[in-house]
């Protein structure tokens, strides 16, 4: 397989300085692909405050997603794509996210011959049943569907969303898993005086939640699990990090609990380990990077049987697992969880354990892995 660095070009509807798992998996992933000598060029919607970069980019027209007003999705750009490609062709075109301006860039490198591959990112057909909106779940699983399945490959980051996406009719799949930074995300992060700007001892509980605050979260679930583990241990806090639509009726109506906002590098890993307990209700992930995140800063974490927990927590091994959306049986472990703190540091000191191999160099070496095997089934090994 021929090992010439490759010209990557990268759709992304998101990116850092942008707060959230897309864009952090992309962002890291296009800084090691540029370290290993390839050249990534990005095109994706120009944001609110976007300033030159000095990357190797294009931005293109994009329009606010609804109650997502930091966010944007890109308009298609199927002329745009064409000039450009034309005069400065890539070997491969990667498309990380499945909006209009996705679907153009597959489009046009279809037009030019450009092999393309896809990322499998956000369960959105899961999302409609959370919004009033169940009826879209099969039209939007039948878009993703064809969207991917005109690829070389879809990449996925687990075996678990492999097997349910195959099932579906996904074709082509491949796994490529997600990464921890585990010097950023550490335990020896934690701080005393964090943790008593939240009116919490070296003895109280601290409980996180960490992600977008939205309905697809399943944030009443959080709330119904702390307050059983509130009855046991009166003093427990419960820590909120992160923003979206549904922040601010939970400021409202819980003004007794610690809301942090959106934290970032640093500043997220120690309020991270500064907490003993992760809570983690969600039954809509792809794979759930803060779950990671939460066990590489030592926390007990709590999650459904699933995702990045499926693949990476041993029930009672280095954290407790809850049957796929069983309520009952996710709050039965939050009870657990305040009654025996001391084995959830225990669980705790192990998840940082499990972490420690799981750095994004390999993660970024298997992408590149399957990547070349795509350019060689087109008949495209060299570039062109």
Same mark, same amino acid.
């Given at each position: 397989?021929?090992?010439?660095?490759?010209?990557?070009?990268? +759709?992304?509807?998101?990116?850092?300085?942008?707060?959230?798992?897309?864009?952090?998996?992309?962002?890291?992933?296009a800084h090691g692909l540029a370290a290993r000598g390839h050249r990534v060029a990005l095109v994706r919607p120009r944001q609110h405050h976007h300033e030159a970069?000095?990357?190797?980019?294009?931005?293109?027209?994009?329009?606010?997603?609804?109650?997502?007003?930091?966010?944007?999705f890109g308009l298609p750009a199927t002329g745009q794509l064409l000039r450009r490609w034309r005069t400065d062709r890539p070997d491969l075109v990667v498309a990380v996210t499945e909006g209009p301006l996705g679907w153009s860039a597959l489009r046009a490198a279809r037009k030019l011959g450009i092999p393309a591959i896809s990322e499998f990112h956000t369960n959105f057909h899961s999302y409609s049943a959370h919004y009033g909106m169940a009826w879209l779940e099969r039209p939007v699983r039948g878009y993703l569907r064809r969207f991917h399945n005109r690829n070389l490959a879809t990449l996925v980051p687990s075996e678990d969303v492999r097997k349910r996406l195959a099932e579906q009719g996904f074709c082509n799949l491949e796994v490529v898993a997600r990464g921890v930074d585990t010097q950023l995300f550490d335990p020896s992060r934690r701080s005393a005086d964090l943790r008593s700007k939240w009116g919490?001892?070296?003895?109280?509980?601290?409980?996180?939640?960490?992600?977008?605050? *939205?309905?697809e979260k399943n944030l009443p679930l959080v709330?119904?699990?702390?307050?059983?583990?509130? *009855? +046991?241990?009166?003093?427990?806090?419960?820590? #909120?990090?992160?923003?979206?639509?549904?922040?601010?009726?939970?400021?409202?109506n819980h003004p007794e609990q610690c809301f942090a906002g959106m934290q970032r590098g640093v500043a997220l890993a120690d309020h991270y380990a500064s907490a003993d307990v992760f809570l983690f209700g969600s039954t809509t992930e792809t794979y759930g990077n803060v779950t990671l995140e939460a066990m590489a800063s030592g926390l007990g974490v709590i999650s459904y049987d699933y995702a990045a927990a499926r693949t990476h927590v041993r029930h009672h091994e280095n954290g407790l697992l809850a049957r796929f959306d069983d309520d009952a049986d996710f709050v039965d472990q939050a009870r657990?969880?305040?009654?025996?703190?001391?084995?959830?540091?225990?669980?705790?000191?192990?998840?940082?354990?499990?972490?420690?191999?799981?750095? #994004?160099e390999a993660i970024v070496h298997r992408f590149e892995d399957v990547a070349r095997a795509a350019l060689a089934r087109a008949g495209a090994g060299a570039p062109s």
């Open positions: 397989m021929d090992n010439r660095p490759l010209h990557l070009a990268l +759709i992304t509807e998101t990116f850092p300085p942008e707060v959230n798992g897309v864009a952090m998996t992309v962002g890291r992933m970069s000095g990357r190797d980019e294009l931005l293109v027209s994009g329009l606010r997603v609804p109650r997502y007003p930091d966010l944007k919490a001892g070296e003895q109280t509980q601290v409980v996180a939640y960490v992600g977008r605050m *939205a309905a709330l119904a699990a702390f307050r059983q583990m509130q *009855a +046991i241990r009166p003093d427990s806090k419960l820590l #909120w990090v992160g923003d979206g639509p549904e922040r601010a009726a939970l400021q409202a657990y969880a305040a009654s025996y703190p001391s084995v959830m540091r225990a669980l705790g000191q192990a998840a940082r354990q499990t972490t420690l191999p799981l750095g #994004w």
